[in-house]
């Protein structure tokens, strides 16, 4: 048996590793390994409470806004208050986030995904008079692959013309993502890092001016979407038609949805929201959520063996790192005891199966413009195909809740901190199902736990030894050429993994800048 | 050492303050902040979304403040810039984040690359989580708003 060890696949220094073994070309095993412990819930005790809006959304980089919602939601149900938040700061936090989850999937498509299926080296044959791709070859002349490697060599199949064609979307994609965060900032303020959501609704209001402005972003990344987006994912589709059929998973599917479009109801699970909240079984059915069936298993983590099968309103965070069976500082979530997947494609097949009008036409579109069965969507394509979804419902969306915004009416409510409360906020950000929970005492964080969307699908083994999802679309798949294992990376890749939260100390080589030192 | 500045000028703080003295670069974005300045400059609190410099506009000069680790004692300021140095582990395909470095090159082929980039970097001591600095590096932040001052004040002719 070899071992194949993907390490770090975030390509930032050792946050996240997987070790594949392999048997006559097969993966017989499969361990993913977080490799930095986090310690924010430790951090937020004896806080106030409104701190865990601006403290979350610090764990990470990307999933930001995605965190000061959840973190927001939790403190607005802490409060009392989940069910009074004037419409327009509903609206507003569905705009911000919604910005951040269309900047988000086009990100990890093109930038993170893509080029293990686009070969960039192709633009050397370039002859044309795009800026961008002359640029790219002038890289690839000097020798320098730049932001491009490493990269694995051989299992790339498109025709020079179509590598040259999403290099240049590529590039593209990278203003698209720009203008996303620029709509975050209209209404929350600043990017990274928002101060606009916060308990009780947000602290801007909807301007006319700041509209158009927004408007104008997003029809512009609606174009993006429909015009190149959805088609390069047909495109890989059509090169690369096996990968329906890799990665298949665990079967399970986990979403909180998100997005809500009616306030009125405390309880946000059952809320009505643009994707829908479900947990999904293999056979494709559909059963709604309930919290209290959520539950984290330490058995091979490196925590203390007593704070295993909490419910996380009741979590704790102690970590041990000398449990000899551990092998990974993330947890292990399970529902109902089972092992679930969450991401844009739990939030797609959720609403698909509860009959989500627009979801619903996609993806039959998707499906029969592939020739394929809804079971292919478990697959490393489906990912794609169904976080390609997601955006394209939102950018269709989008422009409506602009519509709905009420300028002149109120975005906030005011509210007073209990003296002793819990509180829950659970909602899907861009990776999938995302939970924060709180107990407060004496108006101060006596508990904060957070699980996020890579916890879930990156998970080791639990308690009963069940592999975690990623772990079981790994195991059982075949690896042509083990010295390039594109299968792998590639089924990795397609959940978008993200447990970095962000060391990024810069490190130049040789590690002697003495001679450059001011001060 | 002044210059004259035509084109926007960026201070640019990156890195996560939960980790302590990861997080300088955010720290001293906003001592500065709180400085009145006479002239114009763009101070940006990056944190871990350190690509988030690029605009429209052409950037002139863009003045990166991070920790470093250089293998000076902590606290050690530095001034470099981004040629005179060969990055490690610094490159991306799968992570969620756009590194600083690779946001540079990117703005090579995206046309945004700034005229001169200089990075201030500060020796860490501790990279832990925690929301504060240490001693030293606290110590220090007042001497890194002076040098990254000193980058971006114009000549006054």
Request: proline share 6%; hydrophobic share 40%; aromatic share 8%.
């Amino acid at each position: 048996m070899s071992r194949i060890s993907l390490d770090p696949i975030t390509r930032i220094e050792g946050h996240f590793k997987v070790d594949a073994f392999v048997e006559n070309g097969v993966v017989k095993d499969a361990k993913s390994t977080g490799t930095m412990f986090r310690g924010i819930e430790i951090m937020l005790q004896g806080r106030d409470p409104r701190d865990a809006q601006q403290i979350t959304q610090r764990i990470c980089g990307v999933c930001p806004t995605s965190h000061s919602i959840a973190a927001t939601l939790n403190l607005d149900s802490a409060f009392g208050i989940a069910d009074k938040i004037p419409d327009n700061g509903r609206i507003l936090r569905n705009l911000i986030l919604g910005a951040a989850h269309l900047s988000d999937h086009v990100l990890h498509f093109y930038q993170l995904a893509a080029l293990d299926y686009v070969d960039v080296t192709k633009v050397a044959k370039y002859d044309g008079n795009d800026s961008a791709l002359n640029s790219v070859k002038a890289f690839i002349e000097r020798g320098e692959l730049g932001p491009f490697v490493p990269r694995f060599e051989g299992d790339y199949r498109f025709p020079d013309k179509v590598d040259q064609e999403l290099v240049g979307h590529y590039v593209q994609a990278l203003a698209i993502r720009r203008k996303g965060q620029e709509m975050m900032a209209i209404f929350a303020g600043k990017m990274p890092h928002n101060p606009a959501i916060v308990p009780g609704g947000v602290t801007e209001t909807p301007a006319v001016d700041k509209i158009a402005s927004f408007l104008w972003r997003l029809n512009e990344i609606k174009d993006f979407i429909d015009n190149v987006y959805i088609p390069d994912i047909f495109t890989v589709a059509k090169y690369y038609g096996d990968y329906f059929e890799i990665g298949r998973g665990c079967g399970n599917l986990l979403s909180f949805g998100n997005y809500d479009l009616d306030g009125t109801n405390p309880d946000y699970l059952k809320r009505n929201r643009l994707f829908q909240a479900g947990a999904v079984t293999a056979d494709l059915k559909l059963a709604p959520v309930d919290a209290a069936k959520i539950a984290e298993y330490v058995a091979n983590s490196w925590y203390e063996d007593g704070t295993s099968g909490l419910n996380p309103c009741a979590g704790k965070t102690v970590p041990d790192e000398n449990w000899a069976k551990g092998y990974s500082w993330v947890k292990a979530p399970r529902y109902d005891g089972k092992v679930y997947e969450v991401g844009p494609l739990a939030r797609v097949a959720a609403s698909y199966l509860s009959g989500q009008p627009q979801v619903k036409a996609l993806v039959d579109y998707t499906l029969s413009a592939v020739g394929a069965q809804p079971s292919a969507l478990f697959s490393v394509l489906g990912r794609h195909a169904a976080r390609a979804i997601c955006a394209k419902v939102l950018t269709e969306t989008m422009a409506g809740w602009l519509l709905e915004l009420k300028p002149g009416e109120p975005v906030y409510m005011p509210y007073e901190i209990p003296d002793e409360s819990q509180g829950m906020g659970l909602v899907d950000g861009s990776r999938g199902a995302l939970g924060h929970w709180i107990e407060i005492k004496d108006k101060r964080i006596a508990r904060y736990q957070c699980v996020v969307p890579s916890t879930w699908n990156m998970s080791p083994r639990d308690d009963k030894n069940q592999p975690g999802p990623l772990e079981q679309a790994l195991i059982g798949t075949r690896v042509k050429d083990e010295t390039n294992p594109f299968e792998l990376v590639r089924i990795v890749r397609a959940y978008d993994p993200c447990l970095a939260c962000a060391i990024h100390v810069m490190t130049p080589k040789g590690r002697t800048l003495s001679k450059f030192r001011v001060g | 050492m002044g210059e004259r500045f035509t084109d926007r000028v960026v201070v640019l703080g990156i890195g996560n303050e939960l980790l302590k003295d990861e997080g300088i670069g955010v720290h001293v974005a906003r001592e500065l902040s709180k400085r009145p300045l006479a002239f114009p400059v763009e101070i940006i609190e990056a944190g871990t979304v350190p690509d988030c410099w690029q605009a429209d506009e052409p950037t002139g000069k863009l003045v990166v403040v991070d920790a470093v680790y250089g293998g000076c004692e902590a606290g050690a300021i530095y001034k470099f810039s981004p040629e005179d140095v060969e990055f490690q582990n610094c490159l991306m395909t799968s992570t969620h984040q756009i590194s600083f470095v690779e946001s540079l090159l990117l703005s090579e082929i995206t046309g945004h690359k700034p005229a001169k980039t200089v990075i201030i970097g500060i020796e860490p001591k501790e990279v832990a989580w925690g929301m504060e600095l240490s001693e030293e590096l606290r110590s220090r932040v007042p001497d890194v708003v002076e040098a990254v001052l000193k980058e971006v004040t114009p000549d006054q002719e």
